[in-house]
Protein backbone atom coordinates (compact mmCIF):
# COMPACT_ATOMS: atom_id res chain seq x y z
CA UNK A 1 0.00 0.00 0.00
CA UNK A 2 1.29 3.75 -0.84
CA UNK A 3 1.37 5.68 2.34
CA UNK A 4 1.05 10.07 1.99
CA UNK A 5 4.02 11.78 3.21
CA UNK A 6 2.87 14.99 5.08
CA UNK A 7 3.60 18.02 3.17
CA UNK A 8 2.36 21.49 2.99
CA UNK A 9 0.17 21.89 0.70
CA UNK A 10 -3.84 21.51 0.46
CA UNK A 11 -3.21 18.84 -2.28
CA UNK A 12 -1.40 16.49 0.36
CA UNK A 13 -3.94 16.59 2.82
CA UNK A 14 -6.85 15.75 0.00
CA UNK A 15 -4.58 13.01 -0.92
CA UNK A 16 -4.67 11.83 2.62
CA UNK A 17 -8.65 12.00 3.00
CA UNK A 18 -8.85 10.74 -0.51
CA UNK A 19 -7.05 7.68 0.56
CA UNK A 20 -8.84 7.16 3.86
CA UNK A 21 -12.07 7.30 1.96
CA UNK A 22 -10.70 4.49 -0.61
CA UNK A 23 -9.85 2.25 2.97
CA UNK A 24 -13.43 3.11 4.33
CA UNK A 25 -14.37 1.79 0.97
CA UNK A 26 -12.37 -1.77 1.14
CA UNK A 27 -13.33 -2.08 4.59
CA UNK A 28 -16.57 -2.67 3.93
CA UNK A 29 -15.99 -5.20 1.11
CA UNK A 30 -14.97 -8.03 2.49
CA UNK A 31 -11.35 -7.27 3.87
CA UNK A 32 -9.19 -9.86 4.16
CA UNK A 33 -6.82 -10.19 7.08
CA UNK A 34 -4.06 -9.04 5.06
CA UNK A 35 -6.70 -6.31 3.91
CA UNK A 36 -6.92 -5.07 7.52
CA UNK A 37 -3.73 -5.57 8.76
CA UNK A 38 -2.51 -2.82 5.63
CA UNK A 39 -5.32 -0.50 6.34
CA UNK A 40 -4.39 -0.79 9.80
CA UNK A 41 -0.32 -0.18 8.97
CA UNK A 42 -1.82 2.67 6.77
CA UNK A 43 -3.40 4.81 9.78
CA UNK A 44 -0.41 4.39 12.09
CA UNK A 45 2.21 5.43 9.80
CA UNK A 46 2.05 8.92 9.85
CA UNK A 47 0.47 11.53 12.35
CA UNK A 48 -1.75 13.10 9.82
CA UNK A 49 -3.38 9.86 9.18
CA UNK A 50 -4.33 9.10 12.78
CA UNK A 51 -5.88 12.89 12.41
CA UNK A 52 -7.78 11.89 9.72
CA UNK A 53 -8.62 8.97 11.18
CA UNK A 54 -9.85 11.19 14.44
CA UNK A 55 -12.03 12.81 12.12
CA UNK A 56 -13.37 9.94 10.96
CA UNK A 57 -14.12 9.12 14.25
CA UNK A 58 -15.85 12.46 14.84
CA UNK A 59 -18.41 11.98 11.95
CA UNK A 60 -19.62 8.86 13.25
CA UNK A 61 -20.28 9.94 16.80
CA UNK A 62 -21.73 12.98 14.71
CA UNK A 63 -23.70 10.69 12.75
CA UNK A 64 -24.82 8.36 15.83
CA UNK A 65 -26.32 11.64 17.39
CA UNK A 66 -28.32 12.47 14.29
CA UNK A 67 -29.81 8.89 13.84
CA UNK A 68 -31.45 9.02 17.34
CA UNK A 69 -32.69 12.61 17.29
CA UNK A 70 -34.24 11.72 14.18
CA UNK A 71 -35.70 8.54 15.52
CA UNK A 72 -37.39 10.90 17.94
CA UNK A 73 -39.19 12.44 15.55
CA UNK A 74 -42.96 11.50 14.37
CA UNK A 75 -44.46 12.47 11.32
CA UNK A 76 -47.97 12.71 10.06
CA UNK A 77 -49.59 9.58 7.65
CA UNK A 78 -47.99 9.94 4.25
CA UNK A 79 -51.12 10.03 2.96
CA UNK A 80 -52.04 13.39 4.33
CA UNK A 81 -48.93 15.04 2.83
CA UNK A 82 -48.36 14.14 -0.35
CA UNK A 83 -50.26 12.61 -3.36
CA UNK A 84 -50.08 8.96 -4.38
CA UNK A 85 -48.10 9.49 -7.50
CA UNK A 86 -45.86 11.68 -5.27
CA UNK A 87 -45.76 8.99 -2.49
CA UNK A 88 -43.99 6.41 -5.51
CA UNK A 89 -41.51 8.80 -6.51
CA UNK A 90 -40.69 9.60 -2.90
CA UNK A 91 -40.83 5.94 -1.89
CA UNK A 92 -38.15 5.13 -4.68
CA UNK A 93 -35.73 8.28 -3.16
CA UNK A 94 -36.04 6.80 0.28
CA UNK A 95 -35.50 3.51 -0.79
CA UNK A 96 -31.85 4.45 -2.47
CA UNK A 97 -31.39 6.85 0.54
CA UNK A 98 -31.78 4.37 3.09
CA UNK A 99 -29.45 1.94 1.20
CA UNK A 100 -26.75 4.29 0.95
CA UNK A 101 -27.20 5.46 4.69
CA UNK A 102 -27.11 1.50 5.93
CA UNK A 103 -24.09 1.10 4.05
CA UNK A 104 -22.68 4.06 5.47
CA UNK A 105 -23.19 2.90 8.98
CA UNK A 106 -22.31 -0.55 8.62
CA UNK A 107 -19.03 1.42 7.45
CA UNK A 108 -18.46 3.39 10.27
CA UNK A 109 -19.47 0.65 12.30
CA UNK A 110 -16.80 -1.66 11.69
CA UNK A 111 -14.40 1.07 11.66
CA UNK A 112 -15.32 1.78 15.20
CA UNK A 113 -14.79 -1.94 16.20
CA UNK A 114 -11.45 -1.94 14.50
CA UNK A 115 -10.40 1.10 16.61
CA UNK A 116 -11.67 0.28 19.77
CA UNK A 117 -10.79 -3.24 19.78
CA UNK A 118 -8.47 -3.59 22.52
CA UNK A 119 -8.63 -0.69 24.15
CA UNK A 120 -7.81 -0.13 27.66
CA UNK A 121 -8.77 3.05 29.58
CA UNK A 122 -7.08 4.74 32.73
CA UNK A 123 -8.40 7.28 35.30
CA UNK A 124 -7.90 9.09 38.25
CA UNK A 125 -9.88 10.69 40.78
CA UNK A 126 -9.43 13.82 42.60
CA UNK A 127 -6.45 14.11 44.71
CA UNK A 128 -5.22 10.62 43.15
CA UNK A 129 -1.75 10.14 41.01
CA UNK A 130 -1.51 6.76 39.70
CA UNK A 131 1.33 5.17 37.63
CA UNK A 132 1.06 2.42 35.33
CA UNK A 133 3.03 -0.29 33.71
CA UNK A 134 1.83 -0.60 29.79
CA UNK A 135 2.31 -3.94 28.39
CA UNK A 136 5.48 -2.64 26.05
CA UNK A 137 7.58 -1.49 28.87
CA UNK A 138 6.30 2.24 28.66
CA UNK A 139 5.06 3.79 31.93
CA UNK A 140 2.05 6.44 32.08
CA UNK A 141 1.59 8.48 34.90
CA UNK A 142 -1.54 10.17 35.62
CA UNK A 143 -2.14 13.45 37.27
CA UNK A 144 -4.87 13.86 39.18
CA UNK A 145 -8.86 14.03 37.70
CA UNK A 146 -7.53 12.41 34.58
CA UNK A 147 -8.33 9.61 31.49
CA UNK A 148 -6.46 8.62 29.39
CA UNK A 149 -7.30 5.42 26.45
CA UNK A 150 -4.36 2.92 25.24
CA UNK A 151 -4.12 0.86 22.48
CA UNK A 152 -1.43 -1.39 21.31
CA UNK A 153 -1.13 -3.10 17.53
CA UNK A 154 1.64 -4.73 15.68
CA UNK A 155 1.73 -1.67 13.78
CA UNK A 156 1.95 1.05 16.31
CA UNK A 157 1.23 2.29 20.37
CA UNK A 158 -1.51 4.99 21.25
CA UNK A 159 -2.42 6.81 23.75
CA UNK A 160 -5.52 9.14 23.88
CA UNK A 161 -5.34 11.56 26.80
CA UNK A 162 -8.90 12.54 27.17
CA UNK A 163 -8.38 15.21 30.22
CA UNK A 164 -5.93 16.06 32.87
CA UNK A 165 -2.23 15.93 32.68
CA UNK A 166 0.19 12.55 31.96
CA UNK A 167 3.37 11.98 31.91
CA UNK A 168 5.24 9.37 29.74
CA UNK A 169 8.71 6.98 30.28
CA UNK A 170 8.84 5.62 26.55
CA UNK A 171 10.32 2.27 26.10
CA UNK A 172 12.34 1.98 23.02
CA UNK A 173 10.65 0.57 19.49
CA UNK A 174 11.68 1.71 16.26
CA UNK A 175 9.52 -0.79 14.64
CA UNK A 176 6.36 0.65 16.82
CA UNK A 177 6.04 4.49 17.41
CA UNK A 178 4.28 5.65 20.55
CA UNK A 179 1.95 8.26 19.44
CA UNK A 180 -0.12 10.41 21.96
CA UNK A 181 -3.33 12.36 21.18
CA UNK A 182 -4.10 15.10 22.97
CA UNK A 183 -7.00 16.91 21.11
CA UNK A 184 -5.90 17.63 17.92
CA UNK A 185 -2.15 17.47 18.34
CA UNK A 186 -0.46 13.85 17.65
CA UNK A 187 2.56 13.53 19.94
CA UNK A 188 5.76 11.13 18.64
CA UNK A 189 8.12 9.44 20.48
CA UNK A 190 10.24 6.18 19.94
CA UNK A 191 12.48 6.03 23.19
CA UNK A 192 12.13 9.62 25.61
CA UNK A 193 9.85 11.02 28.06
CA UNK A 194 7.68 13.80 28.13
CA UNK A 195 4.96 15.33 30.22
CA UNK A 196 1.39 16.94 28.71
CA UNK A 197 -0.98 19.10 30.33
CA UNK A 198 -4.18 19.75 28.48
CA UNK A 199 -5.31 23.40 29.93
CA UNK A 200 -8.24 24.92 28.67
CA UNK A 201 -7.14 26.64 25.15
CA UNK A 202 -4.13 24.92 25.03
CA UNK A 203 -2.12 21.32 25.08
CA UNK A 204 1.66 22.50 27.36
CA UNK A 205 4.25 19.87 26.23
CA UNK A 206 6.91 19.65 28.54
CA UNK A 207 10.21 17.01 27.24
CA UNK A 208 12.65 15.68 29.92
CA UNK A 209 14.44 13.30 27.36
CA UNK A 210 14.54 12.74 24.16
CA UNK A 211 13.38 14.20 21.65
CA UNK A 212 9.29 13.85 20.04
CA UNK A 213 7.86 15.24 17.08
CA UNK A 214 4.38 17.08 17.30
CA UNK A 215 1.75 17.51 14.40
CA UNK A 216 -0.98 19.68 15.24
CA UNK A 217 -4.01 21.16 12.33
CA UNK A 218 -2.55 21.33 8.74
CA UNK A 219 0.71 19.86 8.46
CA UNK A 220 1.97 21.88 10.75
CA UNK A 221 4.86 19.90 12.30
CA UNK A 222 7.88 20.34 14.46
CA UNK A 223 10.62 18.72 16.81
CA UNK A 224 10.83 19.45 20.47
CA UNK A 225 14.13 18.21 22.38
CA UNK A 226 14.91 17.72 25.86
CA UNK A 227 14.70 20.86 27.66
CA UNK A 228 12.12 22.38 25.83
CA UNK A 229 8.38 22.60 25.78
CA UNK A 230 5.49 23.74 23.09
CA UNK A 231 2.11 25.38 23.76
CA UNK A 232 0.25 23.38 20.91
CA UNK A 233 -3.37 25.01 19.59
CA UNK A 234 -4.87 23.50 17.18
CA UNK A 235 -2.92 25.25 14.27
CA UNK A 236 -0.29 26.39 15.73
CA UNK A 237 2.97 25.00 17.75
CA UNK A 238 5.04 27.41 19.69
CA UNK A 239 8.67 26.20 21.50
CA UNK A 240 9.59 27.69 24.06
CA UNK A 241 13.02 26.38 25.77
CA UNK A 242 12.80 25.71 29.10
CA UNK A 243 15.39 26.39 31.99
CA UNK A 244 16.07 22.64 34.06
CA UNK A 245 14.15 24.82 37.09
CA UNK A 246 10.76 25.55 35.27
CA UNK A 247 10.80 21.79 33.60
CA UNK A 248 11.36 20.51 37.59
CA UNK A 249 8.42 22.88 38.63
CA UNK A 250 6.07 21.41 35.59
CA UNK A 251 7.19 17.63 36.76
CA UNK A 252 6.75 18.29 40.23
CA UNK A 253 3.43 16.49 40.89
CA UNK A 254 5.06 13.12 39.89
CA UNK A 255 6.42 13.59 43.58
CA UNK A 256 3.33 14.22 45.09
CA UNK A 257 4.19 18.12 45.52
CA UNK A 258 3.51 21.59 44.25
CA UNK A 259 6.55 23.69 43.29
CA UNK A 260 5.61 27.45 43.27
CA UNK A 261 8.03 29.99 42.03
CA UNK A 262 6.47 33.49 42.05
CA UNK A 263 2.92 32.62 40.88
CA UNK A 264 0.31 35.13 42.25
CA UNK A 265 -2.10 33.40 44.96
CA UNK A 266 -4.59 33.23 41.89
CA UNK A 267 -2.59 30.75 39.97
CA UNK A 268 -1.47 28.97 43.18
CA UNK A 269 -4.53 28.04 44.67
CA UNK A 270 -5.78 26.71 41.39
CA UNK A 271 -3.21 24.51 41.22
CA UNK A 272 -3.80 23.19 44.41
CA UNK A 273 -7.43 23.01 43.46
CA UNK A 274 -6.81 20.65 40.71
CA UNK A 275 -6.04 18.08 44.13
CA UNK A 276 -8.99 19.64 46.69
CA UNK A 277 -12.73 17.98 46.32
CA UNK A 278 -13.26 21.77 47.98
CA UNK A 279 -11.76 24.68 46.46
CA UNK A 280 -9.68 27.51 47.60
CA UNK A 281 -11.54 30.94 46.98
CA UNK A 282 -10.15 34.03 46.44
CA UNK A 283 -12.62 36.41 48.86
CA UNK A 284 -10.96 39.70 48.13
CA UNK A 285 -9.14 41.29 44.54
CA UNK A 286 -6.59 42.60 46.34
CA UNK A 287 -5.47 38.68 47.46
CA UNK A 288 -5.14 37.56 43.93
CA UNK A 289 -2.08 39.73 42.89
CA UNK A 290 0.60 38.69 45.75
CA UNK A 291 3.03 36.20 45.29
CA UNK A 292 4.23 33.31 46.57
CA UNK A 293 6.81 30.62 46.12
CA UNK A 294 8.08 27.18 48.05
CA UNK A 295 7.54 23.95 47.47
CA UNK A 296 4.41 22.01 49.35
CA UNK A 297 2.56 18.55 49.45
CA UNK A 298 0.28 17.91 47.14
CA UNK A 299 -1.64 15.89 49.74
CA UNK A 300 -1.71 18.49 53.06
CA UNK A 301 -2.77 21.91 51.30
CA UNK A 302 -2.45 23.27 54.96
CA UNK A 303 1.08 23.72 54.77
CA UNK A 304 0.29 25.84 51.54
CA UNK A 305 -2.19 27.74 53.74
CA UNK A 306 -0.15 28.35 56.66
CA UNK A 307 2.52 29.75 54.85
CA UNK A 308 0.35 32.39 53.05
CA UNK A 309 -1.06 33.53 56.68
CA UNK A 310 2.57 34.10 58.48
CA UNK A 311 4.35 35.74 55.19
CA UNK A 312 1.19 37.43 53.28
CA UNK A 313 -1.56 39.67 54.94
CA UNK A 314 -4.03 36.60 54.05
CA UNK A 315 -6.52 35.01 56.39
CA UNK A 316 -7.94 31.75 55.62
CA UNK A 317 -11.77 31.14 56.33
CA UNK A 318 -12.82 27.30 56.09
CA UNK A 319 -16.29 26.63 55.26
CA UNK A 320 -18.69 23.99 56.59
CA UNK A 321 -18.37 21.95 53.02
CA UNK A 322 -14.51 21.88 53.80
CA UNK A 323 -13.67 25.08 50.78
CA UNK A 324 -11.67 27.91 51.70
CA UNK A 325 -12.22 31.57 51.57
CA UNK A 326 -8.87 33.55 51.49
CA UNK A 327 -9.52 37.37 52.28
CA UNK A 328 -6.44 39.94 52.54
CA UNK A 329 -5.71 41.23 56.26
CA UNK A 330 -4.77 44.74 56.84
CA UNK A 331 -2.67 44.55 59.35
CA UNK A 332 0.74 43.92 59.61
CA UNK A 333 1.24 39.44 59.36
CA UNK A 334 2.86 38.20 62.91
CA UNK A 335 5.75 35.98 61.71
CA UNK A 336 6.49 33.01 63.71
CA UNK A 337 9.92 32.11 64.98
CA UNK A 338 9.68 28.42 63.05
CA UNK A 339 7.37 30.43 60.20
CA UNK A 340 7.54 27.66 57.47
CA UNK A 341 10.22 28.61 54.96
CA UNK A 342 9.27 29.72 51.20
Same mark, same amino acid.
Given at each position: ????????????????????????????????????????????????????????????????????????????????????????????????????????????????????????????????????????????????????????????????????????????????????????????????????????????????????????? &?????????????????????????????????????????????????????????????????????????????????? &???????????????????????????????????????????
Amino acid at each position: MQGSEPGSSCGTRAAIEAEAARLLARLNSDPSPQDEAEICAWVEADPSHAVAFARAEAAWEAAERLKSAAAEVTLPPLAQIVSEEQQRRLSRNVMVAAAVAVMLFIVAAIVTVRTFSGVERFQTGIGQIRDIALEDGSTLHLNSDSEAEVRFTDNGRKVRILKGEASFDVARDAERPFDVEARSAVIRAVGTAFNVRMRPSIVELTVTHGTVTVHSG &DNVQKRVSAGSGAVIQPRTIALTRLDPKLVGQRTAWREQMVELDGETIEQAAGEFNRYRTAPILIGDTRVSALRIGGRFRIS &DSREFLSALQLSLPIRAVTGEDGSVMLLYRDEEPAMADNGVGL
